[in-house]
């Protein structure tokens, strides 16, 4: 049984994102998912906000050195303020800026189940 699928270094782009996070949404052994080191961008997260939002038994996002900017940061942080299990988010080397920081700091606030943030 595959609980987490590792897909760095794959050039995976916006586009095969959602096809992916289909599968993941309705397979209950995806906990986890390792996506840095590809092509996506701020068109991504709201697919991954979405995930957040209907999978309360997810607890690994890792989406680091990527494109995705504070804009994308806003996206992941409002299915972040409706989610209580996620322990690993992972947005290095991206460009979330002050801006997305703010913001999902407050989602976080609401969360206290984060235990790994980089």
């Known amino acids: 049984m595959l609980m987490r699928p590792r897909l760095r270094n794959n050039n995976i782009t916006d586009e095969g994102i959602h096809k992916l996070l289909a599968t993941v949404v309705q397979c209950d052994s995806f906990q986890k998912i390792a996506l840095f ?3 996506l961008t701020d068109g991504c997260t709201q697919h ?7 999978r309360q038994d997810f607890v690994s996002l890792r989406l680091g050195n990527n494109d995705i900017t504070g804009e994308g940061a806003k996206q992941l942080a409002e299915g972040l303020k409706l989610h209580r299990s996620l322990k690993y988010l992972g947005l290095w080397g991206n460009r979330v ?7 999902l700091a407050g989602a976080l606030q609401s969360s206290s189940s984060l235990v790994w943030l980089r």
């Open 37 to 39: 080191n590809n092509q």
């Open 48 to 54: 991954f906000a979405q995930l957040l939002k209907t």
């Open 97 to 103: 800026g002050d801006e997305g920081a703010v913001a």
